[in-house]
């Protein structure tokens, strides 16, 4: 059963941090190399608003288990109808579906705000994270090769793209 999901608020955000910092720690789900702070996560929930949501789901008792942001692609105007995605599962809800019901309510959510483009920008190597994309609808746009070093490795980027 997917759990809830529902708006962010700045109760939330030592649980997203907390999420979002094991995948800074553990994985090339981020590019990030140190953890956010609790001043750096409430910088990033300010920047977002109701027009650059952030969702959260939640367990049975209430604790955040996942999350989910749209953000500006870049900031120039002319890119104010394309977004990019953001989602992250707590390590221990992982192959339940929740990653696709966040992608699937940001997909939803943006289609209501009017946006004409999602953007996904998923290291290249993890897969499972593209086939999510690829699967509600997302496209490879491009790649880009050995632009990030992380864990002592050189990493490739692949964009992808759900346009309406």
Same mark, same amino acid.
């Given at each position: 059963m997917i759990p809830p999901i529902?708006?962010?608020?700045?109760?939330?955000?030592?649980?997203?941090n907390i999420i979002y910092n094991h995948y800074v720690l553990h994985s090339t789900c981020t590019y990030q190399l140190t953890p956010s702070t609790g001043a750096e996560r409430r910088a990033?929930?300010?920047?977002? /608003?109701?027009?650059?949501?952030?969702?959260?789901?939640?367990?049975?008792d209430g604790t955040?288990?996942?999350?989910?942001?749209?953000?500006?692609?870049?900031s120039r105007p002319?890119?104010?109808?394309?977004?990019?995605?953001s989602v992250y599962v707590h390590a221990d809800h992982l192959r339940r579906?929740?990653?696709?019901?966040?992608?699937?309510?940001?997909?939803?959510? /943006?289609?209501?705000?009017?946006?004409a483009n999602v953007i996904a920008?998923?290291?290249?190597d993890q897969e499972p994270s593209i086939a999510l994309h690829r699967e509600l609808g997302f496209v490879v746009a491009g790649r880009l090769v050995n632009v990030g070093f992380k864990f002592d490795r050189w990493l490739d980027v692949v964009f992808m793209q759900r346009s309406r």
């Open positions: 529902r708006p962010a608020i700045a109760a939330d955000l030592p649980a997203i990033w929930f300010d920047q977002h /608003s109701p027009s650059h949501p952030v969702m959260v789901a939640t367990g049975p955040v288990v996942g999350w989910a942001s749209l953000s500006p692609f870049l002319a890119y104010q109808f394309t977004v990019e995605d579906g929740l990653g696709r019901a966040l992608l699937a309510n940001l997909l939803r959510r /943006s289609d209501e705000l009017g946006y920008i998923i290291s290249a």
